[in-house]
C-alpha cells in the first residue's frame, strides 16, 4: 500500500506541509517495501486548480491513502472518486517520519 | 458630426463615487448626443439603479466548456494532462470536471485523440440593454454567482455597446483583470479619487494601471472636504490635470441616496457634467 504526504522538503525528517496541493514535496511511503520516494510538486506554483492537478499527480502514482492537514473541496472530490483514501493528520509541527508512524498505527480519522 | 469617444470611469477604491460620476456623465451628455453607458462592475451592477424601470432584454453570456463521450472516452489521461487550469482530472473509470476552473481554451478536445470531447455551451452571465431615451442606452453586465470570468460578461457588454456616440464605460473597483478589460480600447479614463489617504492610496494604485495600458487620465476630486492638497500634489507632480471636485455636501448625499441624479435634478450640475465630457475630449485632441 502507498501512502503519501504533502511535505516542506524531500526527507522524511522534514516537516509536513499544512496544504495539499500548494505543498513543494510529495513524500510517498510504501508499507510493503518500506522504501520512501520524494517527488517535487511540479504544479505547486500555478495559477489555479492546484488541488485537482495534485489529485490527478497522486492517481498517477498508484497511491491508496492521503495524510495530510488539509484538503480543499475538488480535490477531496477526485481523491474519492479515484478512490484514494484521505485521512486527517492534524498535529502541528510533525515530521513526515511522525506522520507515517501516525498512520501505521491505524489511529488517523478519515476526512 | 457625432462624436465617438470611450471613457473609462476607474478609481482603485471603491466607494469614491465611480457609479455617481458615471450616471450623471452620461445623463447629462444625452440631452444632445448619443450616449451607451456600459456597467462593468459585473459582480455588483447597479447603474439601472438610477433610472426608472423599463422592459430590458437580456441576452446570455456563454463560455465553451467540454462534453465528455464515455463510449469513446479510453481514459489516457491527455486532456488531464493538458489543461494548465486543474480543470479535469481522470480517475481510473471516469474523467471528473471541475468547471469553474475551465477557462473555454477548447484545448483538450483538439487534444483527445479518441474523439471523445466535444464543445458545449455554459451560461456563465447576462448582458442586459436598456433604452433609457431617445439617446441615452444602458448595457449592464452581469456576471452570476459563484462564476470567476467576470472578463468575459465585461467583454461581451462592450461588444454589445459599440455603436456611435459617447460611450461611458463604469469599472469595478480594484486594478485586477476585470478593471483592465473595462479599461481595453479606452480613449481617455476619468479616476475618480477623494480626499482621503485611501482614496490618493488606491488612486496611485488606478494611474500605475492606466499608465501601463498607454490611457491618458484626468482626476475627479469626490466628496471633497477642501483639504485636498495631497491629491492635488500628487496630480501636479505627474502631470495629471484635476478636470472636476464635487463637494462633500448633504444635499448632492440626499438627492444620490434616493436613487436621483444631481445633473437630472439640477441645470448647473447638468452643466458642469457636460462640461467635464467636454474636458474629457479635448484632453485627448478631439473637438
Known amino acids: ?12 525528517q ?17 508499507t510493503e517495501s518500506k ?15 492546484v488541488g485537482p492537478k495534485a489529485a490527478q499527480f497522486l492517481l498517477n502514482q498508484g497511491v491508496d491513502s492521503l495524510v495530510t492537514e488539509r484538503v480543499g473541496g475538488n480535490a477531496l472530490e477526485a481523491l474519492k472518486a479515484g478512490g484514494i483514501m484521505v485521512l486527517l493528520y492534524e498535529e502541528k509541527g510533525s515530521t513526515v517520519a511522525n506522520a507515517i508512524t501516525a498512520f501505521l498505527k491505524g489511529n488517523l480519522k478519515e476526512q | 458630426m457625432t462624436t465617438r469617444m470611450k471613457i473609462a470611469i476607474a478609481s482603485g477604491k471603491g466607494g469614491t463615487g465611480k ?53 469513446r472516452c479510453t481514459l489516457c489521461g491527455d486532456c488531464a494532462g493538458f489543461c494548465a487550469f486543474g480543470a479535469l482530472v481522470v480517475a481510473k473509470d471516469r474523467v471528473l470536471f471541475f468547471p469553474e476552473h475551465c477557462h473555454s481554451c477548447g484545448g483538450c478536445a483538439l487534444v483527445c485523440p479518441a474523439g471523445a470531447i466535444t464543445e458545449i455551451q455554459r451560461p456563465i452571465g447576462t448582458v442586459t440593454i436598456r433604452h433609457l431615451s431617445a439617446h441615452l442606452s444602458l448595457v449592464t453586465g452581469t456576471l452570476n454567482e459563484g462564476e470567476v470570468l ?10 454589445y455597446a459599440a455603436k456611435p456616440g459617447w460611450l461611458v464605460c463604469d469599472a469595478s473597483p480594484g486594478t485586477s483583470c476585470p478593471v483592465v478589460e473595462t479599461l481595453h480600447g479606452s480613449d ?6 477623494e480626499s482621503t489617504p485611501f482614496g490618493l492610496h488606491d488612486l496611485e494604485l488606478a494611474y500605475s494601471v492606466t499608465s501601463h495600458l ?13 483639504k485636498d492638497e495631497e491629491v492635488r500634489r500628487f496630480c501636479n507632480e505627474r502631470g495629471i490635470i484635476v478636470l472636476a471636485t464635487i463637494p462633500f455636501d448633504r444635499w448632492i448625499a440626499a438627492v444620490q441616496g434616493s436613487g436621483d441624479l444631481i445633473s437630472r435634478v439640477d441645470p448647473a450640475w447638468k452643466e458642469r457634467f457636460i462640461a467635464l465630457g467636454g474636458a474629457c475630449r479635448s484632453s485627448v485632441g478631439g473637438t
Open chain 2, 19 to 71: 457609479s455617481m460620476v458615471a450616471a450623471n456623465l452620461a445623463w447629462a451628455l444625452a440631452q444632445s448626443d448619443r450616449v451607451t453607458l456600459v456597467d462593468c462592475d459585473v459582480e455588483e451592477p447597479n447603474l439601472h439603479l438610477f433610472f426608472p424601470p423599463d422592459d430590458p432584454e437580456s441576452t446570455d453570456v456563454q463560455v465553451s466548456i467540454p462534453a465528455f463521450d464515455n463510449s
Open chain 1, 14 to 30: 522534514d516537516l509536513v506541509d499544512e496544504r495539499f496541493g500548494r505543498a513543494p514535496y510529495f513524500i510517498i511511503y510504501d
Open chain 2, 150 to 159: 467576470g472578463v468575459k460578461v465585461i467583454r461581451e457588454a462592450k461588444r
Open chain 2, 214 to 226: 498607454g490611457i491618458p487620465v484626468g482626476v475627479v476630486i469626490n466628496r471633497s472636504d477642501g
Open chain 2, 188 to 193: 481617455f479614463c476619468l479616476l475618480i479619487t
Open chain 1, 1 to 12: 500500500m502507498k501512502i503519501c504526504i504533502p511535505s516542506k522538503g524531500p526527507d522524511i
Open chain 1, 35 to 49: 522504501m520512501t520516494e520524494a517527488h517535487v510538486n511540479s504544479t505547486a506554483g500555478a495559477m489555479g486548480g
